[in-house]
C-alpha cells in the first residue's frame, strides 16, 4: 500500500512565525508533489505543486522537496490566524493523487 | 469553484435506499474522480474516470457504480445505502493526468440513516 504520511497536529505556531509542515511518501518512483489547504467545512484547495528537488516559493508559502529522503515539506512565512487550516500534503502514485490525512494548523492570534 | 458543481449539497437518506450524487463541470476537462473524506481517514478514492464512459475503480470502491455519459458530468451512485457511507463526497476534475493537480468541487454531505 503506497503511502502518504503526516503528522496529524494540531500545530499551534504563533501569529508571524514560520509554520513548519511535513510529509513523507512510500512510492520512490513519485515525481509530482501537492500541498492543499482545506479550511472546515469547505474543498480543498490547491497551494503549491512542486516537481523538482529543491525549494520553490510561492509569496509566504515555500514548498521543499527531498526525493532522496522522499520528504516534502511546506513553510508558512510570516503566519496569518486566516493560514489557520487542514494542509493535506499530495503526491500522484500511478497517475492518480493519493492524499495524506492532513494536518491542522492553528496560528495564535 | 471553477467550473465545478456538485448536486446535492446536503442529503439525508435511509439505510438500503438507492443514492446518486452528481458532479457537473464547465472546464472541459478529460479527467474526474469522486473521493470521500472521513475522520482519521482523510480523502479516499472511490472511482475515476479518463473519458466519456470510460471508468475505473479508485481504493474504496465496494457499493458505488459510477457513469459518465457527457465529458461535463460525472455521476456517483450508492446502489443501496449503509451507514458507513456516510461521508463527504467530493468530486474533482484535472486536465491531465499524472501531471496537474485536482480541482474539487465544494462537497456532498451525505448521511444515512
Known amino acids: 500500500q503506497k503511502e502518504v504520511e503526516q503528522n496529524s497536529g494540531p500545530l499551534s505556531v504563533p501569529e508571524g512565525a514560520i509554520a513548519s509542515l511535513n510529509c513523507t511518501y512510500s512510492?520512490?518512483?513519485?515525481?509530482?508533489f501537492f500541498w492543499y489547504r482545506q479550511y472546515s467545512g469547505k474543498s480543498p484547495e490547491l497551494i503549491m505543486f512542486?516537481?523538482?528537488?529543491g525549494d520553490k516559493e510561492d509569496g509566504r508559502f515555500t514548498a521543499q522537496l527531498n526525493k532522496a529522503s522522499q520528504y516534502v515539506s511546506l513553510l508558512i512565512r510570516d503566519s496569518q490566524p486566516s493560514d489557520s487550516a487542514t494542509y493535506l500534503c499530495a503526491v500522484i502514485v500511478d497517475d492518480k493523487i493519493i492524499f495524506g490525512k492532513g494536518t491542522r494548523l492553528h496560528i495564535l492570534p | 469553484d471553477a467550473g465545478i458543481t456538485q448536486s446535492p449539497r446536503h442529503k439525508v437518506t435511509e439505510t438500503g435506499t438507492p443514492v446518486t450524487l452528481r458532479c457537473h463541470q464547465t472546464e472541459n476537462h478529460r479527467y474526474m474522480y469522486w473521493y470521500r473524506q472521513d475522520p482519521g481517514h482523510g480523502l479516499r478514492l472511490i472511482h475515476y474516470?479518463?473519458?466519456?464512459?470510460?471508468?475505473d475503480k479508485g481504493e474504496v470502491s465496494d457499493g458505488y457504480s459510477v457513469s459518465r455519459s457527457k465529458t461535463e458530468d460525472f455521476l456517483l451512485t450508492l446502489e443501496s445505502a449503509t451507514s458507513s457511507q456516510t461521508s463527504v463526497y467530493f468530486c474533482?476534475?484535472?486536465?491531465?493526468?499524472?501531471?496537474?493537480?485536482?480541482?474539487f468541487g465544494s462537497g456532498t454531505r451525505l448521511t444515512v440513516v
Open positions: 512510492d520512490r518512483g513519485s515525481q509530482s
Open positions: 512542486i516537481y523538482s528537488n
Open positions: 474516470s479518463y473519458g466519456v464512459k470510460d471508468t
Open positions: 474533482a476534475i484535472s486536465e491531465q493526468q499524472g501531471v496537474a493537480g485536482y480541482t
